[in-house]
T-cell receptor, first 114, second 117 residues
Framework: EADIYQTPRYLVIGTGKKITLECSQT?????MYWYQQDPGMELHLIHY???????EKGDLSSESTVSRIRTEHFPLTLESARPSHTSQYLC?????????????FGPGTRLTVL | AQSVAQPEDQVNVAEGNPLTVKCTYS??????LFWYVQYPNRGLQFLLK??????LVKGSYGFEAEFNKSQTSFHLKKPSALVSDSALYFC???????????????FGQGTELSVKP
């Protein structure tokens, strides 16, 4: 079944740890996105990708980094997690060829940094 | 700059009554407009979108939205609310500047809909 997956769903870690949030989609979409959703519920785009080997920073500055080595995989990495990184992280994907296409979202990863 | 405003943080409706969740936008040129719903501890689910054509758009779960260009609004509506409609609703906009602009969506701040029995 075509879908978008995120792991882990929940993660609690200590300050200074390196973490990678996984995002995979089986829909064959070229475009992928990472959003950060703060406790006030707003969504902020932090990274996006047009396709393999393409990554761009989003509207909200983030200390995280992303990579896009395979079409279906768009992991997000924090080299040294801090309490300010505590948030929900949502991954999304969409078809490339038309701007009117909707984005499909994964279930999210809720990150807590102690 | 593109922006979306959802003026109500929370909307309370009795089950069976009609509901409206408001959204206004600001974008250069004609917009693409979207509504998403988020249930607790879940990602966003697509409800409906306006691309072109008929100003009244019908979507999933009986929801519809009306595009009003003069008022720059895209309010979400449902004739008869269900308790199961209780969730967080997001309006989003994207400008028509070509698909190579990253397809970035600008989201509103969200409106929490509460439907009571």
């Amino acid at each position: 079944e075509a879908d978008i997956y995120q792991t882990p769903r929940y993660l609690v870690i200590g300050t200074g740890k390196k973490i990678t949030l996984e995002c995979s989609q089986t829909m064959g979409h070229d475009k992928m996105y990472w959003y950060q959703q703060d406790p006030g519920m707003e969504l902020h785009l932090i990274h996006y990708s047009y396709g393999v080997n393409s990554t761009e920073k989003g509207d909200l500055s983030s200390e995280s980094t992303v990579s896009r080595i395979r079409t279906e995989h768009f992991p997000l990495t924090l080299e040294s997690a801090r309490p300010s990184h505590t948030s929900q992280y949502l991954c999304a994907s969409s078809v490339r060829d038309r701007a009117g296409n909707e984005q499909f979202f994964g279930p999210g990863t809720r990150l807590t940094v102690l | 700059a593109q922006s979306v405003a959802q003026p109500e943080d929370q909307v309370n409706v009795a089950e069976g009554n009609p509901l409206t969740v408001k959204c206004t936008y600001s974008v250069s040129g004609n917009p693409y407009l979207f509504w998403y719903v988020q249930y607790p501890n879940r990602g966003l689910q697509f409800l409906l979108k306006y691309i072109t054509g008929d100003n009244l758009v019908k979507g999933s779960y009986g929801f519809e939205a009306e595009f009003n260009k003069s008022q720059t609004s895209f309010h979400l509506k449902k004739p008869s609310a269900l308790v199961s409609d209780s969730a967080l609703y997001f309006c989003a906009v994207r400008a028509r500047v070509g698909y190579n602009q990253g397809g970035k969506l600008i989201f509103g701040q969200g409106t929490e809909l509460s439907v009571k029995p």
